[in-house]
């Protein structure tokens, strides 16, 4: 009997620790479902503490703490069985916190001086350096609006990849398909079609997390424009568009 209550006591504690924690914290908590002892109410399968600054979730056994203004938002997911047999922490004023979701978008233009792939890692941290500064967690999204052109991350040192990238890909799609009968859309040259397959095999958009005010990415890698034409597509050249999007929070 004594061994139940020091644990019952030893939860009740770790949970009203973790409750005055998240006051202070701007991410997420994870906590055993056990320490957070919450009935739910069967009517609206949620329960409100006016005396909090989270919301909690289960999943896989574990519970969720994000901060929010003013609540706890307990889900059906936490056993309805559970009464709450600790009492309720002290009322506190409301905490706000700077957890603001920032959205930015804009487009660039880029000129790949010939076919091939290109490092664009300087240009893309250029264009955006103002607007990433202020988040301090979030996704950066780059979408290339072109159909023979491509997108990925890559090796940022020696250059010899990039060529070598080249290379392989004409291997992957060579130009001779448009000759043998392989492809039918050959009108528009013998890099056009090849160009629409590179650019659905290497891709059209990236996801670069965002931290600290900056592009995550590793020490080695590099953002790369693979240019697939030698004119450039419609209206000549080899300028391409990038709609570069940030989400996150400060």
Known sequence: MLRHQLQHQ??????HLLVILSYFSSSFLLVPQRYCRLTTNTATNTRSIPTAAVRVSTAGGLATILLTPTFILAS?????????????????????????P????????????????????????KAIRD????????????FIQHTSASLT??????????????VGLNKIVPASWNHDGTFKHTM??????????????????????????????GTWQGIYLNEHRDQGGWGGGHTRNIVITLQGQS
């Open 10 to 15: 030893r939860h009740c504690l770790i949970y």
């Open 153 to 166: 991350v890559n090796e940022n040192a020696d250059p010899d990849v990039r060529r070598d990238m080249e």
């Open 131 to 142: 607007e990433i500064s202020t988040i301090r967690i979030g996704m950066a999204n780059l």
């Open 188 to 217: 528009e040259g013998d890099d056009d079609m090849p160009g629409h397959m590179k650019s659905s095999l290497m891709g059209i958009s990236l996801n670069i997390p965002i931290s600290n005010g900056r592009l995550a990415l």
């Open 76 to 100: 059906s997911s936490l056993s309805s069985s559970s009464s709450s047999s600790c009492p309720d922490p002290p009322p506190t004023e409301t905490i706000m916190t700077n957890n603001i």
């Open 102 to 125: 920032r959205w930015y978008q804009k487009t660039i233009s880029i000129t790949a001086p010939s076919r091939g792939c290109h490092l664009i890692t300087s240009e893309v941290n």
